[in-house]
């Protein structure tokens, strides 16, 4: 797999306008390109961690958030998802799972190395899934991984025949999501997506109202657990139904899962396990 080596971390203005530009295209196949990204030399800005603990409900800490690395190999995923050989258009592409592995606890005073690349197309029933794996490195060992799972859609496809999650008990935490959540976390995260920004600019991709990260979500789940996650683990998300803002949501979480629902109707927004290494 040929490697390209990024000197500096993308401009993702440029990236999303360029991503902007070819709109929904029809998709050129689904042959994945056999290239990765990779940076070296990759420092924490203590400042930018700080933000990013506070949109996210983390306590302030030299400790990376186990969803923080997501924000330092976020650059070279754009990247890859737009450069010009990759043959599903960004805009468009639904984040449906993510799965993070931590090794170890990872600390804002080391260097690190990032390496991004795309694998696994395979059918679903409304359109074409792959993965996104990131790896972030330290000292030449693997201290932190991640698997992205996106999927293209092709037309409305077959509805699923699964079940419904069901809860895992009674709510924990209710929290009020503030109409500008979307505006904030881009901000701090370089993920300007539109459907993410403003009313106006989701409609034009088919959500009434902006929506909320669901990177967003994941890492205000876990800032709930913070403090008793283990040194060393897994988590795995699903992404269900997209929270529109602003809105009310109800956790319930146990030591090994946890889901997030609309306070009101109990519509599912995720589901997510903790496994402890």
Not at 14 to 39: E, I, M, W
Not at 57 to 67: A, C, F, I, N, Q
Not at 175 to 196: L, Q
Request: hydrophobic share 40%.
């Amino acid at each position: 797999m040929a490697t390209v080596e990024l000197d500096r971390d993308p401009n993702l203005t440029t990236l999303f306008a360029k991503a902007a530009l070819r709109g929904l295209r029809p998709s050129s196949g689904d042959t994945l390109p056999d290239s990765a990204y990779a940076r070296i030399g990759v420092r924490v800005d203590r400042d930018h961690l700080a933000a990013y603990d506070r949109v996210c409900g983390y306590r302030l800490s030299d400790e990376l958030p186990v969803t923080y690395p997501h924000l330092l190999v976020f650059g070279a995923q754009m990247a890859l998802l737009t450069a010009d050989g990759f043959p599903f258009p960004l805009i468009g592409l639904v984040h449906v799972a993510n799965r993070i592995t931590w090794h170890r606890p990872l600390l804002a005073d080391e260097t690190y190395v990032l390496r991004v690349h795309a694998e696994n197309p395979r059918p679903h029933d409304r359109g074409t899934q792959f993965d996104v794996v990131s790896e972030t490195l330290a000292d030449g060992d693997v201290v932190w991984q991640e698997t992205s799972t996106y999927l293209r859609r092709h037309g409305d496809g077959a509805k699923s025949d699964r079940p419904p999650a069901r809860p895992v008990g009674a709510p924990t935490a209710v929290w009020r999501v503030p109409d500008d959540i979307g505006r904030r976390y881009a901000d701090v995260s370089g993920d300007h997506n539109p459907i993410h920004l403003h009313a106006l600019t989701a409609r034009l991709f088919g959500f009434r109202r902006a929506i909320a990260h669901g990177m967003w979500s994941l890492s205000r789940c876990l800032a709930y657990h913070e403090g008793r996650l283990p040194d060393a683990g897994t988590v795995d998300v699903a992404f269900k139904l997209p929270i529109l803002l602003p809105a009310t949501v109800a956790l319930t979480a146990t030591d090994d899962a946890f889901e997030l629902r609309d306070q009101r109707t109990g519509k599912p927004h995720l589901a997510g396990s903790l496994i402890r290494s």
